[in-house]
């Protein structure tokens, strides 16, 4: 009997149907074990000993394992062919060593790339051994990720109370956002002019020319910087004459880009797809674990986390054939397309993203996928085809004409390209290809001394057209454009980068606006706080250096454990520099540099940092366990505060300060608009603890007035007794939004408006309906959004229900929240039992506290003593296990 070890039940699944009675096939479900989440999980002066803890989920997992390998002859470890895959691997066989169950049986290591019948048995047949240096590159990736989070993180704690965690990729992914956001932020707009002619041939064709020289000078595309300079060349183009100085077309040719890798995968489902970058890698999971398409399952892509672009040979001969009949001989080059990959780790560099069988085609397969699964798999189909079909042949045709005209001359020049031969163009373009390029247009035959005139186009515009313009800022960063970045510096690796954006928006450190990547007050923040006192961290080439060494590892050219001393001398040491710094010299570091956000200048040219209530106080950040916000340095005499990135004159309070919006008529004060370090709110009076309320999501403050404001300051409002107890119904805003309470049970209101006219009916059939599913004392259990099934090797349900903090999964005493933007009703079992597995391993059910025991009695003898130096422990900051405050980004 031989077992066989994979990570995923649904791969375990396919890969026993392929093997046979012989074979026992059992799922790991991912990593089973982790460096616990507290101090002491690595020691640096005990030459960096890593201490592994297995969770009792996975517990069972490996019992199960144990017990099959003890009656098998052969145990087969068949994980990922990665890095993350050959951990796994490692992690298990450690395990089942010191179970003691292994003895003298024979232990092989497989790979394979793709989920197949034949790519699995030909692994088979050519087992090797565990590879070290892999896995030397896994235990120094993991400890310096453990390091950098549980010595950067308590730091954060103390000198930025609310702030969350650091971690060594995170932070560097963080800053390159942050830094584009400063460069919007402190962007001047510069004016320029463009000027067109439109041209008409004496055989009456029409097309357009820019103006590319004047009065014998050379101008570019920004040096026409005023409307009096534009007019002055537009009135000489106006009365000009205008002839053909010459007339030049060169062939040119397109090829196709490579096949995919995951970062360029990621990138593309972006661009056409509009994925994030985790749900492409949900998605590509899938695919390659393995669809049942008429009733037998096989993966329908190769492994999807690769750097590589090359592909098999026998996918290179099958995509020939297949182009060869869809489209034609001519379609096919001479030779097949060879690509070059560009990492620097042979190892890590597996054959790229390519279907498993390319004559499977995405309409004929498309029946057997949901909606985004039948997308991404025509997408990997469609790029791997192009990039062995013929390059696309252009020519390029450039026409520069010569204006003469009140005694002055102007050179203009226009520019167009054709497509002769289309050849891959007729499948695939890549996303930056879809927008029409303005040298795509096809200009007209004329002959060089020919005379053109200018002449307006149909009527519908000037002959010769002066359009002023402005420039714009860099575009903020996309899921597809960062991962682009970070490849382009050497940052992170490919297979953590959908991780690490999720890590970004789970901490709240960056939102996702528009598909745009929008640094939150928190992020630039910390992002602040690391480049002030641990720049060297967050360098770009620091970073991109530590994974070219981490690569060298993974190569065997490097000591893993020489790595990790060098990293931990440097940084050890830059913590102990600012240990004792006081958090009164962090803030004035901070407002330095964040100054060009939180204090823009004024345009009447004041102090941007003056305090607008008492004008003798300045302006600067605070910081509280609630998070930043800027507030004056005059208090507790002046409470002026705002949210960071709100100067004064926004949301309705003005530079001198609160806006009165009235006079309540019960009491005689005013009622005042004011901007706090939680936003907008309204008061009443100036008393020591005046009553306030905070605008709810929805109300914006300029459209506040004195009647919405005393609406704000009545509640919570009685709704009227409960007709079955006589009990108060009341109704008000609270953390969670509208709500209505009647002993204890809070209901949910559609809006905050509601809450000012919901009627006794209406607020005892929301508080029904929210006993129904279990809100409140003594409900009844909660219905399911969706009921997923059984699980697979535990047993129970596993169900998808809708919570206070969001939609979440639930099995047992496990609930384990969905990623944000995650469609509940859309979850798979696969994806749920991930999430469940994740939660887990962070010690997902909350445990009581033990009794605490008698503390024992000091020895004097020196032998019972341990000194175990953890990442600086002198912080004495601990992690919950249960908590997701997990201060790494390179877990995965």
């Known amino acids: 009997m031989n077992v066989v070890i994979v990570e995923s039940p649904a791969k375990a699944k396919t890969i026993n149907k392929y093997l046979g009675s012989d074979y026992t096939v059992l799922a790991s479900y991912g990593h089973v074990r982790d460096l616990p989440a507290k101090d002491g999980s690595v020691l640096p002066d005990d030459n960096f000993a890593m201490s592994w803890q297995v969770d009792a989920k996975a517990q069972k997992r490996l019992s199960e394992i144990a017990n099959a390998v003890k009656d098998a002859d052969r145990l087969i470890l068949a994980t990922d062919p990665d890095r993350e895959g050959e951990a796994i691997s490692w992690h298990v066989l450690e395990v089942l060593q010191k179970k003691k169950v292994l003895k003298d049986k024979q232990v092989e290591r497989v790979v394979f790339n793709a989920i197949t019948k034949k790519a699995i048995l030909e692994a088979m047949d050519n087992p090797r051994q565990l590879d070290t240096p892999l896995v030397d590159a896994y235990l120094a990736r ?49 004016e320029y002019w463009s000027i067109f002619a439109n041209m008409k041939t004496p055989t009456g064709d029409m097309f357009q020319a820019g103006v590319t020289g004047f009065d014998g000078k050379k101008i570019g595309r920004l040096d026409i910087n005023n409307e009096a300079e534009a007019t002055a060349i537009k009135t000489m183009l106006e009365s000009a004459s205008f002839k053909v100085d010459s007339v030049a077309s060169k062939p040119a040719k397109r090829n196709p880009a490579a096949p995919f890798t995951t970062s360029t995968l990621q990138q593309e489902a972006s661009r056409k797809l509009g994925f994030s970058a985790s749900r492409t890698m949900q998605v590509a999971q899938k695919l390659y674990e393995g669809i049942s398409i008429g009733g037998e399952t096989s993966g329908l892509i190769t492994y999807m986390r690769t750097d590589g672009v090359q592909i098999a040979g026998e996918a290179i001969a099958a995509a020939r054939s297949v182009i060869a009949k869809d489209f034609g001989d ?131 515009a000037q002959a010769i057209e002066a359009s002023q313009h402005f420039t714009t800022p860099p575009p903020r960063y996309t899921e597809a454009s960062l991962v682009k970045k970070m490849e382009e510096l050497g940052i992170g690796r490919p297979s953590t980068y959908a991780s690490t954006l999720q890590t970004l928006r789970d901490r709240d450190y960056v939102e996702l606006d528009k598909k745009q990547l929008v640094p939150m007050d928190k992020g630039r923040i910390v992002t602040a706080f690391l480049e002030s006192f641990f720049q060297r961290y967050v360098e770009f080439d620091f970073t991109a250096s530590l ?51 939180i204090f823009p200048p004024k345009e009447d040219g004041t102090d941007p940092r003056k305090c607008p209530s008492c004008d003798t106080g300045q302006l600067s950040l605070k910081v509280s366990r609630w998070g930043a916000f800027i507030g004056c340095s005059n208090y507790p005499e002046c409470g002026f505060t705002r949210q960071l990135g709100k100067p004064g004159g926004e949301d309705g309070e003005g530079d001198d300060g609160p806006k009165v919006l009235g006079t309540d008529p019960e009491t005689g004060l005013d009622v005042s608009l004011r901007n706090g370090r939680f936003g907008p709110y309204v008061q009443l009076g100036e008393e020591a603890k005046p009553k306030r309320a905070s605008l709810p999501r929805g109300w914006s403050a300029p459209d506040m007035d ?9 509640l919570p409002r009685e709704v009227g007794p ?23 049970t809070y209901a949910n209101l559609s809006t905050p408006d509601e809450v000012f006219s919901v009627g006794i009916n209406r607020a005892v059939d929301a508080l029904a309906q929210k006993r129904a599913k279990g809100g409140g004392r003594g409900g009844a259990a909660a219905t399911p959004l969706k009921e997923l099934g059984e699980h697979p090797s535990e047993g129970g349900p596993i169900n998808v229900y809708d919570g206070r903090y969001g939609p979440y999964v639930k ?82």
């Open 811 to 892: 099995h047992g005493k496990i609930n384990a929240t969905l990623p944000k933007d995650t469609d509940p009703k859309a979850v798979t079992m696969e994806q749920a039992l991930e999430l469940i597995a994740a939660k887990a391993s962070k010690g997902g059910t909350k445990k009581k506290a033990a009794a605490k025991k008698p503390a024992a009695k000091k020895t004097a003898t020196k032998k019972t003593t341990t000194k175990k130096t953890t990442a600086k422990s002198s912080a004495k900051a601990k992690v919950d296990a249960s908590s997701e405050e997990v201060p790494w980004d390179d877990a995965s």
């Open 330 to 460: 001519n379609y096919v080059p001479a030779s097949p397309r060879v690509y070059t990959s560009k990492a620097k780790n042979a190892q890590e560099a597996h054959e790229a993203i390519r279907p498993t069988d390319l004559s499977r085609r995405p309409k004929d397969v498309a029946r057997f996928l949901d909606p985004d699964q039948a997308k991404l798999y025509e997408l990997v189909w469609k790029r791997t085809m192009a990039s062995q079909m013929e390059s696309a042949v252009l020519e390029r045709t450039t026409i520069e004409i010569l204006a003469d005209g009140s005694g002055k001359r102007a050179n203009l020049r226009a520019t167009g390209s054709v497509v002769r031969f289309d050849g891959f163009l007729a499948l695939y373009q890549e996303g930056r290809d879809d927008e029409e390029d303005e040298n795509s247009k096809r200009l007209p035959a004329v002959d060089e001394g020919a005379a053109l005139t200018a002449a307006s186009v149909d009527g519908t």
């Open 722 to 744: 409960h007709p079955e107890d006589g009990k108060m119904i009341s109704a008000g805003i609270g953390r969670y939004g509208p709500f209505v309470l009647h002993e204890g």
């Open 547 to 597: 994974e070219e060494q981490l690569d060298k590892i993974s190569a065997g050219e490097l000591s893993w454990l020489d790595v990790l001393r060098d990293f931990w001398t440097g940084f050890s040491g830059a913590v102990d520099e600012i240990k004792d710094l006081r958090v009164a010299h962090v803030i004035d570091a901070l407002n330095e540099l964040l100054g060009p956000h």
């Open 706 to 714: 004195l009647e919405k404001a005393l609406q704000l300051l009545s």
């Open 142 to 190: 993991r400890a310096l990720d453990y390091l950098v989070g549980f010595t950067l993180s308590p730091v954060l704690w103390r000198k930025l109370p609310g702030a969350r965690s650091a971690g060594r990729v995170q932070s560097v992914a963080l800053r390159l956002i942050c830094d584009r956001e400063m460069e919007i932020e402190t962007f001047k707009p510069q």
